[in-house]
């Protein structure tokens, strides 16, 4: 199977005021194809190479699995963002599953940025779907993956300080908060869920 990087779903730019141009291109042109280059090095001419990214994740440990899993969870990252220029809401089937779960939106964002603030390090913070279908919102590190469980990722954001380091500095939180009220792709979670 021949990786690759799937090209960003929008403008490098479209992610403004919230994630910089500057951001985007380092953490896309750096970070996750660094990944794939890896990845690639360590595959090339081996059995591996025609698995599929998601049976990597199942499967494997060690670097092998840090660079699939790194390039799946960026994949993944640029989709869980859609660029507004207002507050979007979930659609109804969203909506009531978060609200079931959550006991409301807010509630739900809020259990989102603790998990992302919470993570010590760097890591992941993930809205996934458990096997019995339950919600769940939880924090990974590093490139830990919610597949390695049997969950559905429904959404995602990066904590790793690439992520956010250029805009921010130090604060995470304001990354958070921006990527919580702004940027959130509804539709991917509607179509994960």
């Known amino acids: 199977m021949e990786f690759e990087v799937s090209p960003l779903p929008y403008r490098v730019s479209a992610l403004e005021p919230w994630i910089s141009a500057r951001t985007v291109e380092f953490h896309y042109e750096k970070h996750h194809k660094g990944y794939l280059k890896k990845l690639r090095d360590r595959i090339e001419g081996t ?3 025609n698995q599929s990214l998601e049976a990597l994740i199942r499967t494997e440990r060690g670097s092998l699995y840090d660079n699939a899993a790194q390039v799946w969870n960026h994949d ?15 659609k109804p089937v969203v909506r009531s599953a978060l609200v079931d779960r959550f006991g409301s939106l ?3 964002r809020k259990e ?16 996934v779907r458990n096997p019995d279908g339950k919600l ?3 924090n990974s590190s590093d490139a ?4 390695q469980r ?3 990722p429904l959404l995602t954001i990066d904590v790793w300080e690439h992520a956010y380091y250029l805009d921010y500095q130090n604060e995470r939180s304001r ?19």
Request: glycine share 10%; charged share 25%; with cysteine.
């Open 112 to 127: 989102f940025a603790d998990a992302a603030n919470g993570e010590f390090g760097s890591g992941w913070a993930w809205l």
């Open 150 to 152: 049997g969950q559905t």
């Open 144 to 147: 830990e993956n919610p597949l």
């Open 136 to 138: 769940e919102v939880l």
């Open 47 to 49: 059995e591996r190479a």
């Open 106 to 108: 807010d509630g739900f």
């Open 76 to 90: 993944f990252y640029w989709r869980s963002m859609k660029p507004t220029d207002r507050i979007c809401d979930p």
């Open 175 to 193: 990354y958070v908060d921006g990527f919580v009220e702004h940027l959130l792709n509804w539709d991917l979670v509607a179509d994960n869920l």
